[in-house]
């Protein structure tokens, strides 16, 4: 009897061990799909030659470098063209950085200026006016266009408002569009 | 009474040689069971964009109907057209990428396809961020789950006029609480060699589904 007993338990034993490793793995399957389309765009003008700026004005980045007029904004007026050329509709996102500098950088801020404090805003055709125009703080992305259809365009612009300066010395900054699908 | 317990002794190792035959025929079955349904390592094949599970005996493609290609503007066009149709342009694909019924210790991976339209060699940069926006019903990525994402390579050049490769995998930490969320990250790559102020990006957006 005790012998029938301890063979059961060892058999047990045997076949239980590795079928209780094989629950601890088991899973149910990790599905990865995807949707195979292009993401791409272009964009026409990416330099901004502003040179020497002056405390608490505004610098236009259109196509006159003037404020837009008339008011909503006109495809003439803008700087830059943006295209779509992916395979799919994209959203058109943007964000920018705080500008660097070896000497005090300035920070962006959503609404007002101030020291070394700058106000960075950008707006596309159709934009109503200057209040209406995404503010820009750092790092932050805002969506720029919404569902661009492939091969459709859109104009923007660009508009930085200068506060004051401790020092005088270059400052740079990053301006970054994203695409993705919509 | 000695010939009863022998008989009764008797009746038992009967009784107990049957239990065990079928505690054995039980575990057995349990066994096959939970081998069958261990998840295999799964990836997709970039030339076909089919699933392929991995398996000991080698890779093996499934034929899954869930990867279907969308963006034909001809019904006829394949992927292969659309790829040469786009050869003066420079593109990520895939868009979206969906991994779902992720758990701790599981890894879903894509390979990431980027072309270079110009006509010199470009260094691109590959790596993860933040969603702008979500895909309805998804949040973002938690950055304490970042590790999840492993991209290799994060730098890579592209030949000019040629299709660069990235894989980029997603591994649920063994430890991290994550489950029944629905989470999405965005992988981008950017030109290194833009000049100027405007940089632009292109990004694929990648939603995961644990559990």
Same mark, same amino acid.
């Given at each position: 009897m005790k012998k029938i007993l301890f063979s059961l338990l060892g058999?047990?034993?045997?076949?239980?061990?590795?079928?209780?490793?094989?629950?601890?793995?088991?899973?149910?399957?990790?599905?990865?799909?995807? #949707?195979?389309?292009?993401?791409?765009? #272009?964009?026409?003008?990416?330099?901004?030659?502003?040179?020497v700026v002056v405390a608490s004005t505004s610098y236009w980045w259109t196509a006159a470098g003037t404020a837009p007029a008339p008011e909503p904004f006109e495809a003439d007026d803008m700087k830059s063209t943006i295209t779509n050329t992916g395979s799919v509709a994209e959203d058109i996102d943007m964000h920018v950085h705080n500008f660097t500098s070896a000497g005090v950088g300035w920070t962006l801020h959503a609404t007002v200026v101030g020291a070394n404090?700058?106000?960075?805003?950008?707006?596309?055709?159709?934009?109503?006016?200057?209040?209406?125009?995404?503010?820009?703080?750092?790092t932050t992305g805002q969506k720029l266009k919404d569902n661009l259809a492939a091969a459709g365009t859109i104009k923007?612009?660009?508009?930085?408002?200068?506060?004051?300066?401790?020092?005088?010395?270059?400052?740079?900054?990053?301006?970054?569009?994203?695409?993705?699908?919509h | 009474m000695k010939i009863k317990y022998r008989q009764g002794n008797k009746k038992a190792r009967v009784f107990f040689s049957i239990c065990l035959g079928f505690i054995i025929?039980?575990?057995? +079955?349990?066994?096959?069971?939970?081998?069958?349904?261990?998840?295999?390592? +799964?990836?997709?094949? @970039? =030339?076909?964009?089919? @699933?392929?599970?991995?398996?000991?005996?080698?890779?093996?493609?499934? =034929?899954? @109907?869930?990867v279907e290609p969308t963006i034909p503007v001809s019904s006829s066009e394949t992927?292969? =057209?659309?790829?040469?149709?786009?050869?003066?342009?420079?593109?990520?694909? @895939?868009?979206?990428?969906?991994? =779902?019924?992720?758990?701790p210790g599981a890894t879903g991976e894509y390979y990431l396809r980027i072309h270079n339209s110009k006509d010199d060699p470009a260094t691109f940069s590959i790596y993860s961020k933040e969603a702008n926006t979500c895909t309805e019903g998804y949040t973002k990525l938690p950055p304490e789950f970042n590790k999840w994402i492993k991209i290799n390579p994060s730098s890579i050049v592209i030949p000019a006029k040629s299709v660069g490769e990235v894989l980029v995998s997603v591994t649920?930490?063994?430890?991290?609480?994550?489950?029944?969320?629905?989470?999405?990250?965005?992988i981008g790559a950017m030109d290194e060699s833009q000049k100027g102020l405007v940089k632009s990006e292109i990004c694929s957006r990648w939603m995961l589904t644990t559990k």
């Amino acid at each position: 009897m005790k012998k029938i007993l301890f063979s059961l338990l060892g058999v047990l034993s045997i076949i239980l061990v590795p079928s209780a490793s094989a629950f601890a793995a088991t899973t149910a399957d990790v599905e990865v799909t995807a #949707t195979p389309t292009f993401i791409a765009m #272009t964009n026409s003008e990416a330099t901004w030659a502003m040179g020497v700026v002056v405390a608490s004005t505004s610098y236009w980045w259109t196509a006159a470098g003037t404020a837009p007029a008339p008011e909503p904004f006109e495809a003439d007026d803008m700087k830059s063209t943006i295209t779509n050329t992916g395979s799919v509709a994209e959203d058109i996102d943007m964000h920018v950085h705080n500008f660097t500098s070896a000497g005090v950088g300035w920070t962006l801020h959503a609404t007002v200026v101030g020291a070394n404090t700058v106000v960075l805003s950008a707006g596309v055709t159709g934009c109503t006016n200057e209040a209406a125009m995404l503010d820009f703080v750092d790092t932050t992305g805002q969506k720029l266009k919404d569902n661009l259809a492939a091969a459709g365009t859109i104009k923007w612009c660009m508009l930085l408002k200068t506060g004051t300066f401790t020092d005088g010395l270059e400052k740079s900054t990053t301006v970054t569009l994203t695409a993705s699908a919509h | 009474m000695k010939i009863k317990y022998r008989q009764g002794n008797k009746k038992a190792r009967v009784f107990f040689s049957i239990c065990l035959g079928f505690i054995i025929l039980f575990c057995l +079955v349990v066994t096959l069971i939970t081998m069958s349904c261990k998840s295999p390592e +799964v990836r997709i094949d @970039p =030339d076909t964009l089919l @699933p392929i599970t991995v398996t000991d005996d080698g890779e093996t493609v499934i =034929d899954n @109907p869930v990867v279907e290609p969308t963006i034909p503007v001809s019904s006829s066009e394949t992927y292969s =057209d659309i790829e040469k149709r786009m050869s003066g342009v420079t593109w990520l694909s @895939p868009g979206k990428v969906n991994i =779902d019924g992720l758990y701790p210790g599981a890894t879903g991976e894509y390979y990431l396809r980027i072309h270079n339209s110009k006509d010199d060699p470009a260094t691109f940069s590959i790596y993860s961020k933040e969603a702008n926006t979500c895909t309805e019903g998804y949040t973002k990525l938690p950055p304490e789950f970042n590790k999840w994402i492993k991209i290799n390579p994060s730098s890579i050049v592209i030949p000019a006029k040629s299709v660069g490769e990235v894989l980029v995998s997603v591994t649920v930490g063994l430890r991290d609480k994550a489950t029944n969320k629905k989470y999405e990250i965005w992988i981008g790559a950017m030109d290194e060699s833009q000049k100027g102020l405007v940089k632009s990006e292109i990004c694929s957006r990648w939603m995961l589904t644990t559990k």
